[in-house]
């Protein structure tokens, strides 16, 4: 067993005295902060605070920026082309100048067309879209769930995927709610309780229910032995003569 005066080499030799034993130091709890080391650390977040205020601000003024070099770029560029346009012009003549606004209203009229072809498939994609929506939604699908659908793809496979889904879940907890209501009216009810009937001591005891009593509580005699025989009956209840 080691001393606890010896040293290992290149460390403090450690008193007897001060020296604790390890699960003395691991229950020792954390100094709680002084006065001035809360003061520092509310100083510390609130100057993190205004550094967050700080780089929001400057994230915003180089947005602004941006946007407006943005358009700025955009009109440079529409006025470079018109310059361009105009030079181009001024060399042609006449026939020239025919020939080419010729091509250049057919190239607009070829980028008109399949603009309009673009804008009505969207059209007719969102109609689509909508369509589907409104059927799911009469069919019970949540809206929550094909609005996340349409938010996380857009589009009309997504939306219907996840409302399959769901219906698929529906359809298999109510499959199982049906069971249960089914094999709870199978099951048989519980049968009446049989009356307590004085039972015979001696030769001269009393009597139980008369036969009649019987068939109006039970039915019929043959339903009276099956009871007793199955004995969910005592042979009590038969009617007993001296």
Do not use: C
């Amino acid at each position: 067993m080691a001393n606890p005066t010896d040293v290992t080499p290149g460390t403090k030799p450690v008193s007897p005295e001060t020296q604790l034993p390890p699960e003395k130091v691991s229950q020792e709890t954390p100094p709680t902060q002084t006065g001035d080391e809360s003061k520092e650390l509310t100083a510390m977040r609130e100057r993190l605070a205004r550094y967050e205020t700080d780089i929001n601000k400057m994230k915003a003024t180089f947005q602004r920026r941006e946007t407006a070099a943005n358009q700025a770029l955009q009109q440079a560029q529409e006025n470079h082309m018109k310059e361009i346009e105009s030079l181009r012009r001024g060399l042609m003549d006449e026939k020239d100048l025919q020939t080419y606004d010729a091509t250049r209203k057919t190239e607009r009229l070829s980028t008109l067309e399949s603009e309009l072809a673009d804008a009505k498939a969207a059209l007719n994609n969102e109609r689509t879209i909508r369509s589907a929506f409104d059927s799911f939604i009469s069919l019970g699908v949540p809206a929550e769930i094909l609005n996340n659908a349409i938010a996380d793809d857009g589009g009309l496979p997504a939306m219907s995927g996840a409302a399959w889904s769901w219906l698929d879940q529906e359809r298999k907890r109510l499959a199982v709610e049906l069971e249960a209501i089914k094999n709870k009216k199978t099951s048989p009810e519980p049968l009446p309780q049989a009356p307590n009937v004085a039972t015979p001591a001696s030769a001269g005891g009393g009597e139980g229910l008369s036969r009649d009593d019987l068939k109006k509580k039970y039915g019929s005699m043959e339903r009276v032995y099956q009871l007793i025989e199955s004995g969910q009956l005592p042979a009590s209840v038969l009617p007993w003569k001296k």
